[in-house]
Structures are given as C-alpha cells and as structure tokens.
C-alpha cells in the first residue's frame, strides 16, 4: 500500500465518517422526519452551505458570528458556511418571498456548520432538521410549532422528554427601563441561565438595579413549574410590556392543554439561553439521561426585518446527532443495515426477476457478485446477520438454501413475492 501523509488519513477535530449502523439510523431519523412535517403544512426549503459572511453576521449574535468558518472566494470576499437554519430561511422571507401569502411554513433537514468545542451528540459539522413559521404572531402559531416540535421528537422514537417553555419578551421587558449596556445585558443573562440567585443579586446590586427590579429580575430562576408560576410573575411584572408577554405565554400554555400536550411542558421564566435573535418564547427539550437539549427553538420577530419587510415567525431545530444518542440509551436505534436476503450468482432470467419483484415490495436483496458457494454465502450471511441464503434450483426458481437461526418464524423471505 503507497504511504500516504499522516493527515490524509485522519479527520479535522469536529467532524467524523457515519457509516453502517449509525448512518443508518440517521438516515431512518431523517426520512421519519421529512414525511411527517408535509403533513402539517410545510413544504422543504434547501438554503445553500455557504453565503457571503456578512449576510449572516447581519441576523447573528456576536458568539454565532464567532463560531462561523470564514473562507474567501476568488475575488477575496469573506464567505461563512452555515452556522444556523434560520437565518438564511429569514432571508429568503425576506427578499424572495415578501409577496406570498402568509403564514409561510417551511421545513429543513441540513448540516450544520461551528466552531465551538465538540460535544455528546454535536461535532463541527452536524444536522439538524426543524421548522420555521413566519408571518403570524399569534399564540396559535407559537403552540403549532410546540406541537410540531413534540409530535417530531415522538416521531423520532423519544418519548420520555420534556420541554423547558420561557418567554424572553418576559425578561427584556424586566429590563427595557434599566438602560443597561449590551454587555451588562448580557450578563444579566448569563446569571439568570446560571440559576444561582446568589451570585445574580449581587450582580444587580452592583450594577445598581433599583429594588423593585432587583426583585422580579431575581426571581427568575425560581419560577418554574406550572400555570402557577405566572401569578407569581405577575405580582413583579413591572410594566404594561411584561404583563403582555405573561398573558401570550398562558395563552400558548392553555392551547398546549387543550391539545393535551402540557404534560411535556414546564414553564421556566429562568429559560432566556439561545439566540441572540429570540424576542418571544424560548424552549429547549431535554431527554431524561441525557445531560444537554436535543431541541432548541423560539419567537424571533425582529429577523427577517434585517433582509426585507418585518414578519414575525417562531421555528425550532432538532439535533439529530442528539436524538441518536438518546435511542442508543434506550436500545432503540435499530434501522436495518443489513439485507434481508443474500442470492447466489445466476444467470437465468426467471431468477432475476423474482429478484427485482422481492425488491418492488420492499425486500432488501443483495446479489452475489464473487460468484461464492452455497456454503461461503452461509457463513458471510450469519458474519452480515443475512437472514436467508437463495440459489437458483437450476429451473429458474429460488429457494431457501439457509436460513438465520435468530429469523422469526414468519419472516420467510421468499414468502413476500
């Protein structure tokens, strides 16, 4: 074998080969997904995997602006692969579509591009697939996309998990009178995700938050639970703005109830992580076991007003890397890799096309082409977990020369022709 450079054989850090089982079960992930979102309306939309930088930096935050990979074309313009979805769907809406009728529903499956340390279930590149729902502001539209975002995780086989459900129009109208720095805004922020209430009065105290502020700002790491917390909230909503953003959440809550969805649901006024551009409701979903969310999303109706006219819209990604993971631990990710059937090499016509008629109905059939014995196909069917062996009988019929011990009684191949 020609050597070859040390690095030809290896991978950058963040990025990795998914082959057999684990591409497999992706790929299931994926397509369970792609068919159930035209179901509720929305059609795929395929943004491109690079763009020029500053369209991204336009409607990013400065840490996804930090985590983009930069590269130049030919003529020297900075280009960034995608680091988000949403960004590039809110500038479609922006400039392509402004004069379609609305709501517009979108769905993606896609890879993902950041510069940020790997993690369980995300590397440098990774998938996600989600929806966005743009043009409508309404609590109706925030409870589809929770909705939606519950039935995908059920669809994906996750049924033990529950999201995490705040309102960051809640917290900027806590401090919309406080006229803090962007910095000192984003370490109020910081502290409240953090959850020590601690270390979080001591931050507003030093940064001279009056004591009725203080309070509610406080406060929010508490308030988790159920509908109960927003009574709570509302004893400290400070202004008209606050008490607005507490009554669209028990509205989206009381749509969740309805569809007897809330059992997944915890509100959670403390949830003010994610995108820069979120101005609405927040929510994450976690899966019991694991340490990290597999499904982040929001309200971000500020977004598409940086391409085009302003249209509200709230959308969502899931991880699909995370989602492997969570059905790895519970022994689900089972999409099949292996053929069900292995046929000794013939060449009669009559066997071929009860080859491609078992392949019509769905049968998984791989043809010998090393032109291997009965007796070899045997053994490489039990190393591949092939469940039956077929050879022609010489007539132009296949029959069943072996069969898997671990085959169920009535998963007779030829059975399906």
Not at 145 to 169: K, N, P, W, Y
Not at 189 to 194: H, L, M, S
Not at 339 to 348: G, M, Q, R, S
């Amino acid at each position: 074998m020609k050597d070859l450079p040390p690095l030809s054989r290896q991978l950058p850090h963040g990025v990795k080969d998914l082959f057999l089982d684990e591409a497999a079960n992706i790929a299931e992930i994926e397509n369970r997904l792609r068919e159930l979102f035209p179901r509720w309306g929305y059609s795929q939309i395929i943004p491109p995997t690079f763009e020029y930088y500053d369209s991204y930096a336009a409607g990013a935050g400065a840490e996804l602006r930090e985590q983009m990979y930069r590269l130049f074309d030919r003529d020297g313009r900075t280009l960034a692969l995608r680091p988000d979805l949403t960004i590039p769907i809110a500038r479609v809406a922006g400039t392509k579509l402004y004069d379609q009728p609305l709501p517009l529903r979108f769905f993606y499956v896609e890879n993902v591009f950041r510069f940020e340390e790997p993690q369980a279930g995300r590397q440098r590149e990774f998938t996600q697939a989600g929806i966005e729902l743009i043009g409508a502001a309404t609590p109706e539209a925030d409870a589809e996309a929770l909705a939606l975002a519950i039935e995908a995780m059920r669809t994906a086989g996750v049924t033990d998990f529950q999201i995490s459900l705040g309102q960051m129009a809640y917290f900027r109208a806590l401090l919309a009178d406080l006229d803090l720095s962007q910095e000192d805004t984003s370490r109020v922020r910081t502290a409240v995700d953090g959850r020590n209430v601690s270390a979080l009065t001591n931050l507003l105290e030093e940064l001279g938050i009056d004591p009725e502020s203080r309070r509610a700002i406080a406060a929010l790491p508490k308030l988790a639970g159920g509908a109960s917390i927003l009574t709570e909230a509302r004893a400290s909503a400070a202004n008209g703005a606050a008490h607005q953003a507490l009554d669209h959440l028990e509205d989206v809550y009381r749509l969740l109830r309805k569809r007897e969805l809330a059992g997944h649901i915890l509100l959670d006024l403390g949830e003010v992580r994610g995108m820069d551009y979120y101005t609405g409701i927040t929510f994450e979903g976690f899966v019991r076991g694991l340490g990290f969310s597999v499904v982040n999303g929001g309200r971000y109706d500020d977004l598409v007003g940086h391409y085009g006219d302003p249209l509200p819209a709230v959308g969502w990604g899931l991880g699909i890397e995370r989602v492997l993971l969570a059905l790895k631990e519970r022994g689900r990710a089972t999409a099949p890799v292996a053929p069900e059937a292995v046929v000794a090499a013939c060449d009669h016509p009559a066997c071929r096309w009860v080859v491609e008629d078992l392949r019509k109905s769905g049968v998984r059939v791989e043809y010998d082409v090393l032109g291997r014995s009965s007796e070899e196909l045997k053994v490489y069917a039990e190393k591949r977990h092939i469940r039956q062996v077929l050879a022609c009988s010489g007539a132009g019929e296949l029959h069943v020369v072996h069969e898997s011990p671990s085959a169920e009684p009535d998963s007779q191949i030829m059975d399906k022709q």
